[in-house]
Structure formats: C-alpha cells, structure tokens
C-alpha cells in the first residue's frame, strides 16, 4: 500500500485578533502539502493542529464556525479556491456559553473526492469564527483563518484511498507570539536597503522549535 506523505508548514504564525469582543487563534495561517485525492485528512491528527479560538473579552459569547469559499481577488497566487464547502468542515461548529478566557477546539477535516482531475492541484479556504446572539440586536466580532492545501500529482492505490490520514509524529503545543503583529512601510525606494525596525518571536509552547 503506498504511504501518504504529508508536510505541514506554517507560514504566518501568530494570533489573530478581533479586538472589540476578543477573539484570538492561533490558527491564522496554515499550509498542508502533498495530500492524496480520495483522502481524508485530519489536522489535529496530522500535526496537533486543531482550531482553537480563545474569548479574550470580558463577556460570555457564543460562537459559530464556517467553512467560507474564498472569492477570486482573495485567493493566494497559484491556488483556486475549494469547489465545495464540504471539502473542509470542523468536528464541531457551535459552541454556546463560551466564557471570558476559555479556549474551545475543534478538529478540521479536509476530503478531497477521488477524482483524477484535482490532481497536482492547490486549493485554499477560509475557516469563518465569529459571535453570535440567539435573540435580539447585538455586536458581534469574527476571525478569518486561511487554510491552504497542495493535492499530490500521483495517483493513489484505490485501496489506500479508503484509508483515512496517516499520523505522523506530533509536533508538541504550538503557541508562538509575533510582536509587532503588523509593520508598514511607505515610500520605499526600489533597489535600496530600508531598515523596517525589528521582530519579537515568544514560544509560549512546550517544546523547542
């Protein structure tokens, strides 16, 4: 049977932040390479990956997560956005009483359908978490994370196909911290070397990357 191999890069990893409530993830920026078609794929079970969300805020608040298809002008160059919302879903996408301070998780499913023509292909999406009330009018916030993924260009045995991911070992509790989280630049003069100020990197993790 042939194995699957699967590369986990993070590109962008620090919190995203909706500041208003106080919403924050870690999980911003996320690529996975080299996927099957046919596959499903796991991040928690992949990479110790799943979706978490804290409530940074002062108040309890409900929170709903969705799978958002990407529109042209948002997709990163050489992707296509996913053809169906289905190939990227949550084991869980309601949480109810979620309290100032506390963390829900939630493991993210990637299906790509055995099809020869997503082959070779890259894909991406938008994991939608936001507020919301059961009744009334009220404020809300959200984040935005991006998952991109790369479909591998073999063809897989048929069999192997029925397999669910291979785990490969885990990477420990990431938790970085980037600071500042945004720097701009203006006015830069093509060709010449611009001092851009300086980056902080915290590993608040619990192993040494």
């Given at each position: ?5 699967v ?39 992949l990479a ?12 309890e ?30 084991e869980?996408?309601?949480f109810m ?24 292909k ?11 009330i ?12 991006k ?22 070992p ?14 701009y ?25």
């Open positions: 049977m042939k194995r699957v191999i590369s986990i890069l993070f590109i962008l990893w620090m919190p995203t932040s909706a500041q208003a409530m106080g919403l924050q993830t870690y999980f911003a920026k996320v690529l996975i390479e080299n996927l099957n078609i046919g596959g499903t794929y796991s991040t928690q079970k110790n990956l799943p979706l978490s969300v804290i409530n940074t805020g002062e108040e608040v409900n929170l709903k997560i969705e799978t958002i298809i990407p529109a042209e002008e948002e997709l990163e160059n050489g992707y296509e956005a996913i053809p169906d919302k289905s190939w990227v879903t949550t869980k996408n309601v009483g979620v309290k100032p301070k506390e963390m829900t998780i939630t493991d993210v499913v990637m299906t790509i359908p055995f099809d020869e023509k997503y082959r070779g890259k894909f991406m999406a938008f994991i939608w978490s936001y507020t919301f059961e009744q009334g009018i009220g404020f809300g916030v959200g984040l935005k994370s998952l991109l993924f790369t479909v591998s260009n073999d063809l897989p045995l048929k069999e192997a196909c029925l397999v669910e991911e291979k785990e490969i885990a990477i420990g509790s990431l938790n970085f911290k980037v600071e500042p989280e945004k720097i630049v203006e006015n830069v003069i093509c060709g010449t070397l611009t001092n851009c100020g300086s980056i902080t990197i915290t590993n608040s993790g619990t192993q040494t990357l």
